[in-house]
Structures are given as C-alpha cells and as structure tokens.
T-cell receptor
Framework: DTAVSQTPKYLVTQMGNDKSIKCEQN?????MYWYKQDSKKFLKIMFS???????INETVPNRFSPKSPDKAHLNLHINSLELGDSAVYFC????????????FGPGTRLLVL | QKEVEQNSGPLSVPEGAIASLNCTYS??????FFWYRQYSGKSPELIMS????GDKEDGRFTAQLNKASQYVSLLIRDSQPSDSATYLC?????????FGTGTSLTVIP
C-alpha cells in the first residue's frame, strides 16, 4: 500500500512542451506539497496546498501550477518547459500542514532536452 | 543567509563509530525540527523529529536540539554501512518547511 504515489517515475521531454506530474496520497492528509530537488540535491519547496489555502514559493516561475481535483490529489502542471526545469520533483503530504511530519512520494525524474 | 545550513560533507566514519551530523537554522520562531535520510535515487524518509530542547533517542539515533543556539544535531551510534546516505535537516517555521542541502555520510566497513 503506497502512501504517496507519483506518476510518471521518469519523464523525458523537449524544451517548450507542457507536461503534468500526478500525485496521490492515501493517508487521509489535509496538506500536500511539491518539492524540486536539483542536481546538487538541494530540496526546495514549490507549493503547499490544503483545501483552504495555496502557499506558493515566490521564486517558482508561474509556468508551474498545482492543480488539486480533491484532497487526495495534487498534480503539478508545467508549461513551456526549460532546460533548467530538469530535476527530481517530489510530492509530499502531511496531516494538517503545521509542524507535522511530511511523507514523500518516490519522485519524478524530469529531463528536458 | 540560508534558512537551514548543513555541512555538505562528505563525512566518513568507520563501522561501529559514532557519526555526528549538525544543522543550524536562522529563524528563531522555528517550531519543529526533522532529520530525513535519503539514499541515492530514493525519496527522503523521516528518521527523527524533535520539538523541544534537549535530547531525543530512538534506537541508535539521538537528535539534539538547542533553540538558544539555533542548532539541531543527529548522532548515529554504532554506525553501519547501511547508514551511508545523505541526511537532510528540515525546519518548520509554522508557515514554511525549509530543508538543508544535506550531509553525505559514508560508513566504511
């Protein structure tokens, strides 16, 4: 039983394309997150979202947009992909989004050519 | 100044030794602190969480928090080769989660 799942696991695409990464959690958590981990392994939060509030890291380009059809899903849509978007993207969830532990998905390895 | 800073390493210790990992943070209102372990090509997994000053022990792992000095550390006793990984310190300020860049640990058999 996978707690936090992501698809696809690998994504190779051309510059300029639009792509989506899907995330689902079956933990009953209220808050979900998207992180980007670059080649230097720095893990940086992009978004946190619950059914009340979307918090956007101000450094994230507006080409990135989270979409949540329901509490268990938070998908990441990326427009006009750039070379610098190549990274590993992790989805995570926590119970309420405060001090609670975050549980991570397996990651999506994105390569933009 | 980064919100969370860690020595990137690499840190090498012999099997059976104590590995000491350190982390400092800049926001004094930080409320909760976490240590995650990340194996190469895998996702971060939680090892320890700590919320109040002092030590917290869980098996071979001990987390230490000193809010006055704004640092949190992780001690791994009786280090095993399977402990070789990158260790990420994370801090929750109440509004945001911040991760350090991680310390790479290698335990030499």
């Amino acid at each position: 039983d996978t707690a936090v799942s992501q698809t696809p696991k690998y994504l190779v695409t051309q510059m300029g394309n639009d792509k989506s990464i899907k995330c689902e959690q079956n933990l009953g958590h209220d808050t979900m997150y998207w992180y980007k981990q670059d080649s230097k392994k720095f893990l940086k939060i992009m978004f946190s979202y619950n059914n009340k509030e979307l918090i956007i890291n101000e450094t994230v380009p507006n080409r990135f947009s989270p979409k949540s059809p329901d509490k268990a899903h938070l998908n990441l849509h990326i427009n006009s992909l750039e070379l610098g978007d190549s990274a590993v993207y992790f989805c995570a969830s926590s119970l309420q989004g405060g001090a609670e532990t975050q549980y991570f998905g397996p990651g999506t390895r994105l390569l933009v050519l | 100044q980064k919100e969370v800073e860690q020595n990137s390493g690499p840190l090498s210790v012999p099997e059976g030794a104590i590995a000491s990992l350190n982390c400092t943070y800049s926001d004094r209102v930080s409320q909760s602190f976490f240590w995650y372990r990340q194996y190469s090509g895998k996702s971060p997994e939680l090892i320890m969480s700590i919320y109040s000053n002092g030590d917290k022990e869980d098996g071979r792992f001990t987390a230490q928090l000193n809010k006055a000095s704004q640092y949190v550390s992780l001690l791994i006793r009786d280090s095993q080769p399977s402990d070789s990984a990158t260790y990420l310190c994370a801090v929750n300020t109440g509004n945001q989660f911040y991760f350090g860049t991680g310390t790479s640990l290698t335990v030499i058999p």
